[in-house]
């Protein structure tokens, strides 16, 4: 890569750390107009979705079927804004340098995890517990075991979600130590007050930055595998177990790995919002969208895989439930929403992606990746909006165990109401609300990481050119 | 990578092909005691088609036995190839360069001894293996299509010809070397199949370009091939343990665990066979160490969720299989040697960097993650078989006899063949990569510090 080439990818602007300091700072205490119509319009959507959720309520909760747009957009948020910080925290293991400017982007999503612990606490009521017998991952949860508590999946679930929560704050926290020390120094009233008091004793001494190093590195660790388990809890015992006879030992594996790739075209979406609008364009550069417009690429492909793996063995196994979940989750009544996830989380991404003016240039990522997340919303409702609306759980004349074709020929697809439809957009709404505004606090550009990036890097004559050498700390 | 050397070209062309310009003083000897091996095991096969299949211990409902398990095993050991070669090679991990080569020959080895391991010997009747392919109009009977039967042998043999062609496309540049510092028919041979590689520019350019369009597009051949594996067992309904979903990821998973441990095998050999070890170092171990921590343990959670959902249907059959597999003689000695020496033993070890710079404590680790890794795969045919169910009418019990264990041995002869015999006609570290790491190398100082750094275009 030459000067010139540097230069117009974003690289040869910045080249100092108090250049980029400042810079980053002015760009977070500014704040434009565009942004406060934006916090204002989301406000809005939230407030909306609050009185949908009121609406909601006051149908009670003995009819499942009315909350599977509820579920959807949970298990929608926990799969995209909760999965994002992902794309921070793997890069960072492997020391990609190309993360630096999308890290803190993808940690800030887990402010959203305080949102979505509240969307939570409905569906503990929601979900049936274990008495009548259903299937379930707490295997012996049946009244007369006594071995299980028959409110395990309520339990573990919740305890699972709030440390997922908890380790993701912390993380966000931690990571940002240094810039909010930053902020504290350089900036005035509220903002320094608040960052004063989240900075705490950051003076950047040796020994601290040693620890920060080892707890970004340890609090990543744990949030990825926290995670994993969540998923593995949620899409067992909020999605499967509510459908008799649905065994699919690979889907939370699934579940988890769509969260990876929607994780990553949530922060594809963010980057380039704040490349277009925030005034980004010198750091979110050609780099970071190839880098994971690729990873997209290859979780899409992954997608397939999962999905295509677990498709064949209930399609060939033929067995009676087997025949039903199918006819229930992919042939029957919510065929379209299957289409549309297999179209939009799959063939759109693998034809276009393949082509390489689309998968490097800085647009082309970004608009795969909206196709990407309306995919996994269909995809969530489709699971979702499924599971809650088959009769009989709770029933005890009803059989936990299986569910016939039969009985799925006469359900058809539970459309969404307006209570839905505000619901969801509230939800959502809400999650890029409170992204917002928590970038008004902590800045959305990891700075420290910017400026350490100056140190790795420089470029020096080769032969007839110039070349670009990236230095990895061991 | 801190420790590395810098050498100069002639030294790297001197030491690499040390074994393919000369010949190390214990070769000849390991060469005719491998071939001794596997003579003894092409012996046996010949007495299994003079005898029938009655001479090994597969009987009803056992009919898989010693021979799937090693078609599995051999099939997962080939994925270490792609796995090292293709991902590292996308990714940029600069640590590949010393290991691609062999890892990528033993892929094209343990692939064959795969189709020798089972369904060439299997079918009872191998001179009818041409069966699965559907040209034998006359007879105007077609192969099932909708078989994974069927779909093995078309994956395996592409598989087989991807990965060989990776081989192949690496070696140009390193044969014209050779061709280049021999003479003679052999040197004429070497520039044959060089196809006159001068080094321009230009093939230069193609040759990197072929290996990235190799590594890109044989990725989805590595997934298929295990998968397809996978779901000879698992589209099945009418076995305990073998009709679950995570079956394809599960088996490539473990595919990548034994493979990589595999390559960690070779690497020691290397060094110490042919006293590589200005070329692998113990960051190369350390690297691969750090890889096969994060495979084992999302191995360890596929297998953990296999086994959870096996409980999870609640169907009687398929709790007692798990009771049979977990406390039931011979199977719990067996479980226990497979989930210590899979993940128990080497995973907590490699924890430490000490033990994964040391390289014959990776080397027996990686030699016990085998030993387990094969068992795995017994304990998933063979038990499941062992079951009465409405299909197969009776109880069964397997214990293989001679013939299987000297052609299951044979296939590791083979292996180790094939690779002894590479060795000899193609350096097993390719010439040009590591010279380019060698260009690529830097570093860069900060503060009192200096950072291992690498070029980047």
């Not at chain 2, 395996?156 to 044969?175: K, R």
């Not at chain 2, 069964?396 to 000899?424: D, N, Q, R």
Request: charged share 15%.
């Amino acid at each position: 890569m030459t000067n010139g080439d540097a230069a117009a990818n974003g690289h040869g602007l910045l080249t100092t750390q108090a250049g980029v300091s400042h810079d980053l700072l002015e760009k977070h205490q500014g704040s434009s107009g565009l942004f406060k119509g934006a916090v204002a319009l989301f406000s809005v959507m939230f407030i909306l979705g609050v009185v949908g959720f009121i609406i909601r309520v006051t149908d009670g909760v003995s009819d499942r079927a009315i909350w599977g747009y509820y579920a959807a957009v949970f298990a929608f948020i926990l799969t995209t804004a909760q999965a994002a910080p992902m794309v921070a925290i793997a890069p960072r293991i492997a020391k990609a340098h190309w993360r630096r400017p999308v890290s803190r982007a993808a940690e800030m999503w887990t402010a959203v995890g305080l949102l979505n612990l509240l969307l939570f606490i409905p569906m503990l009521w929601i979900l049936p517990d274990l008495k009548d017998g259903r299937r379930s991952f707490w295997f012996f949860g049946i009244e007369d075991s006594g071995v299980v508590n028959a409110f395990s999946p309520h339990i573990w679930a919740t305890v699972a979600l709030v440390s997922l929560v908890i380790v993701g704050v912390a993380l966000l926290w931690v990571s940002s130590l240094p810039d909010l020390a930053l902020v504290r120094d350089h900036s005035t009233g509220w903002r320094q007050r608040w960052a004063a008091r989240l900075a705490g004793q950051w003076n950047g001494t040796s020994r601290q930055w040693h620890i920060l190093d080892r707890r970004v590195g340890i609090l990543g660790a744990f949030y990825f595998m926290m995670l994993v388990f969540v998923h593995f809890l949620i899409s067992i015992d909020f999605a499967m177990a509510l459908i008799p006879g649905w065994i699919d030992a690979l889907y939370p594996i699934t579940h988890a790995a769509n969260a990876l790739q929607a994780g990553v075209a949530t922060v594809l979406l963010t980057l380039f919002f704040l490349r277009k609008f925030g005034g980004y364009q010198d750091y979110i550069t050609l780099d970071q969208m190839w880098g994971l417009g690729k990873l997209m690429f290859a979780l899409s492909l992954l997608w397939f895989w999962f999905w295509f793996s677990s498709f064949i063995i209930l399609w060939y196994g033929k067995k009676p439930n087997e025949e039903a979940v199918l006819e229930l989750l992919m042939i029957g009544p919510y065929l379209p929403a299957m289409y549309a996830s297999f179209v939009m989380n799959f063939l759109v991404p693998f034809l276009t992606m393949i082509w390489n003016p689309l998968r490097k240039s800085v647009w082309g990522p970004p608009l795969i990746a909206t196709s990407v997340l309306a995919g996994t919303f269909f995809d969530r409702v489709r699971l979702y909006v499924a599971a809650y609306s088959v009769p009989g759980l709770g029933d005890p004349s009803v059989d936990k165990h299986e569910l016939t074709v039969e009985q799925v020929e006469n359900m058809s697809a539970v459309m969404p109401g307006l209570p839905d439809v505000l619901i969801v957009a509230g939800a959502i709404s809400g999650s890029i609300l409170l992204y917002l505004l928590a970038s008004r606090i902590i800045p959305v550009m990891n700075i420290w990481e910017q400026k350490e990036l100056l140190l790795y890097k420089i470029h020096k004559p080769f032969h007839r050119t110039e070349v670009m050498v990236l230095g990895k700390r061991e | 990578m801190q420790e590395h050397i810098q050498l100069d070209q002639k030294q790297i062309n001197d030491d690499l092909l040390a074994g393919v310009l000369g010949m190390p003083k214990w070769w000849l000897a390991a060469v005719g005691g491998l071939s001794l091996v596997f003579l003894t095991g092409v012996g046996a096969f010949g007495w299994m088609i003079n005898q029938g299949v009655g001479v090994t211990g597969l009987s009803r409902p056992i009919f898989w036995g010693f021979f799937m398990t090693n078609f599995v095993f051999w099939i997962g050991i080939s994925h270490a190839g792609i796995m090292i070669s293709a991902i590292l090679r996308l990714t940029q991990a600069e640590w590949r360069r010393p290991i691609t080569r062999a890892a990528e020959v033993m892929t094209v080895f343990s692939l064959s001894a795969a189709m020798m391991a089972a369904p060439m010997v299997h079918i009872g009747r191998p001179w009818r293996a041409y069966w699965v392919f559907p040209f034998d109009f006359s007879r105007g009977v077609w192969p099932n299509i909708r078989s994974p039967f069927i779909w093995d042998p078309a994956a395996v043999g592409t598989y087989l010809i991807a990965s060989s062609l990776f081989v192949f496309v690496a070696l140009i540049p390193d044969m014209a070397v050779i061709r280049d510092r021999t003479s003679g028919p052999v040197s004429r041979m070497y520039g044959f199949m060089c196809m006159g590689w001068r080094g321009t520019p230009r093939q230069w350019k193609l040759q990197a370009v072929a290996g990235i369009l190799l590594s890109a597009l044989v990725l989805p051949v590595f997934v298929s091939v295990h998968s397809i594996v996978s779901w000879d067992f698992a589209v099945q309904t009418a076995v305990n343990g073998w009709h679950s979903t995570i079956f394809a990821p599960y088996f490539i998973i473990g595919a990548i665990h034994s493979g990589v441990s595999a390559v960690a095998m070779i690497m020691a050999l290397m060094v110490w066979l042919w006293k590589l070890d200005k070329y692998i170092r113990p960051d190369h171990f350390d690297a691969i160490g750090r890889l096969l921590i994060v495979v084992a343990t999302t191995w360890l959670f596929f297998f953990f969720t296999e086994f959870i959902f096996a409980l999870y249907t609640l169907e009687d059959a398929e709790i007692a299989l798990r009771e049979m597999q977990l406390f039931q003689r011979p199977y719990i000695f067996l479980f226990i040697i497979f989930i210590f020496t899979a993940y128990l033993i080497p995973v907590p070890l490699w924890m430490f960097k000490k033990v994964r710079r040391n390289m014959a404590l990776m080397f027996w680790t990686t030699v016990l993650v085998n030993i387990g890794m094969w068992l795995e795969r017994f304990l998933i045919i063979i038990p499941g078989l062992a079951r009465k169910t409405p299909l197969s009418f009776n109880w069964g019990s397997y214990t293989p006899s001679l013939v299987e264990i000297l052609m299951v041995t044979a296939t590791f002869a083979w292996v180790g063949l094939g690779m002894l015999v590479f060795s000899k006609f193609f350096p097993l570290i390719p010439l040009f990569d590591i010279k380019e790491g060698m260009v690529f190398r830097d570093e860069i100082k900060i503060g009192r510090a200096t950072v291992p750094a690498s070029i980047r275009e």
